[in-house]
Structure formats: structure tokens, C-alpha cells
């Protein structure tokens, strides 16, 4: 999962196998959700989003989920490549024209 | 289509010096964010735009100016910088508040 502070939480997994990136969000009225995928130097690239009246989306190779009861976002990688290999972001919006970005979680990929 | 692009991707200045930071969109995207995001944390909203002339305050705006005076324009001004805004700042723009952002390759600054 999401902390905040310095040492980011880092994933490693090997390289073919699922990942599970979880983000626990802060405001129920939150109703739209994304992920992004910020690679060293870049910035954020957007990956899926899902908005509340919605439990599952699915993407090519990715999927999230959304549990509105514990405030609990994930996002899953199927079949993970090297080229994953990168911080990821959760983010909600709550309908004030704003993105509340959590502080990320580090994908490490083993070849 | 370039995207979203930032001007310059590298600073460095000296406590009290002054600076803006040119975001540009080609995108028609009426919303516009600026954004810092510090070593492992994630991304801080210092100010936004929601159309051409409007301006509002984010998270963190103290010591940050920004103007929109072009839809395609949005700038990000530091009038005295201080070493606490060293840091990474990112431009992003979307086209309502409800839709994906797009991010820039961001702006690297150090204050001295």
C-alpha cells in the first residue's frame, strides 16, 4: 500500500508473474479514481480510471478494482514486464476540480 | 501533437531570485494544474485553471503566483524562491475535472 514520507513502498515481483499495487483513499465523497505510472525523470503517465458507480474496469494487461466500503483502490498487472518497472499513483477526485495524488508505490521487476 | 510541454527542465536559483515556468497545452484542454512533488511523495496541487483568466488555489499555493491568460498557457511564477520550493514541478491539463490529466516531463528547480 500508499505511505507517506521518504522511503516509498516498493513491490518486487518477477517478471511474468501478477502485481498488486493497493491505495487506500482518504474521502468518501471521493467518485473518480485514476492510476498513474511515473517512470524515472517522466511524469506521470495515465494508465486506467474508474469512476464510483463502477466495482471493476479493465484495461490491455491491467485492471482495478474498487471497494467504496473501505475505501480501497488496487491495481492489477497481468503477466509483468521489466518494462513496468516504475512508480505508481493512485489518485481521487471528489468533484471540487481537484486530484489528491497518493505518495506511490515503487515496481520493481526481476528478469 | 506535442501534448503538454514545460519550459525550462532545468533551474537553478538563489534564495530571492524570481522565475516563471511556461506550461503549454495543444490539447484545447480547459483545465490546467500546477503541480511540486517532492522526494517520495507524491504529487501536491499548488494552483489551478478550470478556463482562459481564471486562477484558483490548491494544496500548497503560498509563494506561488499563476496566471492564464492564453487557454493554451499556464504559468506558474515564484517571486522571492526560497529553498523550500526546491523540488519537481509538473504541468497537467484536462480537458473537464472529471477526465484524465496529462502531464508534462516536468521542471526540475533548485534553490540555493
Known amino acids: 500500500g500508499e505511505s507517506v514520507g521518504l522511503h516509498l513502498p516498493t513491490l518486487s515481483v ?12 482518504s ?16 511524469g506521470p503517465q495515465f494508465i486506467i480510471d474508474i469512476r464510483s458507480n463502477m466495482d471493476k474496469r479493465q484495461g490491455q494487461r491491467v ?11 488496487s491495481l492489477q498487472i ?9 512508480v505508481y499513483f493512485c489518485a481521487e477526485n ?16 526481476k528478469p | 501533437n506535442a501534448g503538454v510541454t514545460q519550459t525550462p527542465k532545468f533551474r537553478v536559483l538563489k534564495t530571492g ?19 511540486r512533488q517532492d522526494p517520495g511523495m507524491g504529487l501536491r496541487l499548488i494552483h489551478y485553471s478550470v478556463g482562459e483568466g481564471t486562477t484558483a488555489k490548491g ?18 511564477g515564484l517571486e522571492s524562491a526560497a ?6 514541478y509538473f504541468c497537467a491539463s484536462s480537458k473537464t475535472d472529471r477526465t484524465k490529466q496529462y502531464f508534462g516531463p516536468g521542471t526540475r528547480l533548485t534553490v540555493t
Not at chain 1, 518477477?14 to 483513499?25: H, K, L, P, R, V
Not at chain 1, 474521502?27 to 517522466?42: H, P, V
Not at chain 1, 471528489?94 to 521487476?109: P, R
Open chain 2, 17 to 35: 531570485q524570481s522565475m516563471t515556468l511556461l506550461c503549454a497545452q495543444d490539447m484545447n484542454h480547459e483545465y490546467m494544474y500546477w503541480y
Open chain 1, 94 to 109: 471528489a468533484a471540487d476540480n481537484k486530484f489528491y495524488f497518493g505518495s506511490g508505490t515503487k515496481l520493481n521487476v
Open chain 1, 63 to 73: 485492471t482495478v478494482l474498487l471497494n467504496k466500503t473501505v475505501k480501497h483502490l
Open chain 2, 83 to 88: 529553498p523550500s520550493q526546491t523540488s519537481v
Open chain 2, 59 to 76: 494544496e500548497v499555493p503560498d509563494g506561488y503566483n499563476v496566471s492564464r491568460l492564453k487557454k493554451q498557457n499556464f504559468l506558474l
Open chain 1, 27 to 42: 474521502n468518501s465523497a471521493s467518485d473518480y479514481f485514476i492510476w498513474y505510472k511515473q517512470e524515472s525523470g517522466k
Open chain 1, 78 to 86: 497481468a503477466a509483468t514486464q521489466p518494462g513496468d518497472s516504475a
Open chain 1, 14 to 25: 518477477q517478471e511474468g508473474d501478477n502485481s498488486i499495487i493497493n491505495c487506500a483513499y
